[in-house]
């Protein structure tokens, strides 16, 4: 018999089920290494084993992340089958809810009154993982990450987190939360800076806006400027960003970046309806000269 024929005789070949609720399941099945290798075509018994042996801490690393610090974890083999039978049992136990949350923020929004301060308690009313609410890894982050975006919305461009804390108490199933946010200074626009025209004057663009230098920045204002422009129909695309180095706060370049949308445009269709039966039309626009016409063919 060859070295690889013995080596085939040799591969360990097994089938998992993993027997856990319906929330868990589907991280564990991606993260844990033995369900993951499971159609191996190499594998081996000592591999097997470590696999095995790893599944647990594994599997209870995936639990805690949706916010159940206390799984138990069991590795059930029947090797007298072939492929050999394995379950991977994981009994999540009480998931960990919030018992206390503490919102820092520091910074010239905390001396702004009232437009800092009302933006500092609108970020803490808002806050997406409150008491009583499960701990996971990714309510914590994305209650962070909205935190951090109200507060650079609100004018503070550079606002970031400082220090963050989840204390997790298993034997209560309690998390402590704490979040420490620099607002950094406030933020007013500055120049216009427009990338990307071609056809058009850059006087296109700044008819359209309404923001005006020496203004406090509102990322509102800003969102309802690239709107305006996307409805124009001269632009395929339209985006538009703040300088947020701190540096530049008090006259901070607004970087406006743009494609241009095909001058004419010609648009086709076909519809029913009860009063005219099968109709057609075509539709055509010249954005330069604002000309549209409209033929129905019935």
């Not at 790893?54 to 059930?76: K, P, Y």
């Not at 998931?95 to 702004?112: E, K, L």
């Not at 990450?145 to 004018?155: I, V």
């Not at 005219?276 to 954005?287: E, P, S």
Request: charged fraction near 25%; proline fraction near 4%; avoid cysteine.
């Amino acid at each position: 018999e060859s070295a690889e024929g013995a080596a085939r005789d040799a591969a360990f070949r097994y089938r998992i089920t993993v027997d856990a609720p319906s929330a868990v399941r589907p991280l564990i099945e991606s993260t844990v290494g033995l369900v993951r290798w499971q159609d191996y075509a190499d594998m081996t018994q000592v591999l097997f084993d470590r696999l095995a042996r790893d599944a647990i801490g594994e599997a209870q690393q995936a639990s805690a992340a949706l916010g159940w610090f206390s799984a138990s974890v069991e590795v059930r083999v029947d090797a007298a089958r072939a492929p050999a039978t394995v379950t991977l049992v994981v009994t999540p136990g009480e998931p960990t809810r919030i018992r206390d949350v503490h919102i820092d923020v520091t910074g010239d929004a905390s001396r702004d009154v009232p437009a800092g301060t009302d933006a500092i308690a609108r970020l803490q009313d808002d806050w997406r993982l409150p008491r009583g609410e499960t701990f996971t890894q990714s309510r914590w982050t994305l209650a962070k990450n909205s935190a951090t975006f109200a507060l650079a919305s609100a004018g503070y461009a550079a606002a970031k987190i400082t220090a963050s804390e989840a204390a997790i108490d298993p034997d209560a199933f309690a998390a402590d939360l704490a979040v420490t946010l620099s607002s950094g200074p406030l933020f007013r626009f500055g120049e216009l800076r427009i990338n990307g025209l071609k056809r058009y004057d850059e006087d296109l663009v700044r008819n359209f806006s309404t923001l005006h230098a020496g203004d406090r920045y509102d990322a509102h204002a800003l969102d309802q400027f690239v709107r305006r422009l996307n409805a124009t129909g001269y632009f395929a695309s339209v985006q538009a960003t703040i300088n947020a180095d701190p540096e530049h706060a008090g006259a901070a370049p607004v970087d406006i970046s743009v494609i241009e949308a095909p001058t004419r445009r010609l648009d086709a269709g076909i519809g029913y309806s009860t009063d005219t039966r099968f109709r057609a039309n075509v539709n055509y626009r010249d954005v330069k000269t604002t000309n549209q016409q409209t033929i129905l063919l019935k």
